[in-house]
């Protein structure tokens, strides 16, 4: 090849890369989400999980979730947040209750790096339903319908992942519609 097909080739391939990237690791709340940032890096920047933000610093895990993991974190949005009896947040926020709150959190966190093909895998190899153990202590039930990943909590409710496999220098984020929430 010439020169000036080299360098045409390598552009294109330059412009395939970034389409590639681009294509592997959606926006999350109007914020693209980098690959070689923390899970605590790039949540910070979607609008659809300031309340997460919010939850994670008041229970002082911010450091935790920046450390090298892997961790899969089922993320809950602020409408999912929005969705707990009127109070509930709020409540949880205060000092007092921060041992309660980070249960919560933790129940989110799974000491491991889960794409979405994994887990679905785990759930057919288990005929439909795969036990998750968070770090929080929590035992949650990972389910597939119609190639929608769901989790079902302590309580029997069931969470939707809404965006799977957003790629993270530390594990991944799955997004999810509903707060998870570890048995009575």
Same mark, same amino acid.
């Given at each position: 090849?010439?020169?000036?097909?080299?360098?045409?080739?390598?552009?294109?391939?330059?412009?395939?890369?970034?389409?590639?990237?681009?294509?592997?690791?959606?926006?999350?709340?109007?914020?693209?989400?980098?690959?070689? /940032?923390?899970?605590?890096?790039?949540?910070?920047?979607?609008?659809?999980?300031?309340?997460?933000?919010?939850?994670?610093?008041?229970?002082?895990?911010?450091?935790?979730?920046?450390?090298?993991?892997?961790?899969?974190?089922?993320?809950?949005?602020?409408?999912?947040?929005?969705?707990?009896?009127?109070?509930?947040?709020?409540?949880?926020?205060?000092?007092?209750?921060?041992?309660?709150?980070?249960?919560?959190?933790?129940?989110?966190?799974?000491?491991?790096?889960?794409?979405?093909?994994?887990?679905? /895998?785990?759930?057919?190899?288990?005929?439909?339903?795969?036990?998750?153990?968070?770090?929080?202590?929590?035992?949650?039930?990972?389910?597939? /319908?119609?190639?929608?990943?769901?989790?079902?909590?302590?309580?029997?409710?069931?969470?939707?992942?809404?965006?799977?496999?957003?790629?993270?220098?530390?594990?991944?984020?799955?997004?999810?519609?509903?707060?998870?929430?570890?048995?009575?």
């Amino acid at each position: 090849m010439n020169r000036k097909a080299n360098i045409l080739a390598a552009g294109a391939l330059a412009l395939a890369a970034t389409a590639a990237f681009a294509a592997e690791n959606p926006m999350v709340g109007g914020a693209p989400m980098y690959a070689e /940032k923390s899970i605590v890096e790039n949540a910070v920047n979607s609008k659809d999980h300031t309340t997460l933000v919010a939850a994670v610093q008041a229970a002082g895990l911010v450091e935790t979730l920046q450390g090298a993991g892997p961790f899969t974190v089922f993320a809950p949005t602020n409408d999912a947040f929005a969705a707990l009896p009127e109070g509930t947040v709020e409540t949880l926020l205060k000092p007092e209750n921060k041992d309660q709150l980070t249960k919560i959190l933790t129940c989110h966190v799974v000491a491991a790096d889960a794409m979405s093909d994994a887990i679905k /895998k785990m759930v057919m190899d288990d005929g439909g339903a795969h036990p998750v153990k968070t770090v929080g202590g929590c035992e949650f039930t990972a389910m597939e /319908k119609d190639g929608v990943i769901m989790i079902k909590d302590g309580q029997g409710n069931v969470a939707n992942v809404t965006i799977a496999d957003v790629d993270q220098s530390n594990g991944v984020i799955h997004v999810i519609d509903k707060v998870l929430l570890p048995a009575s």
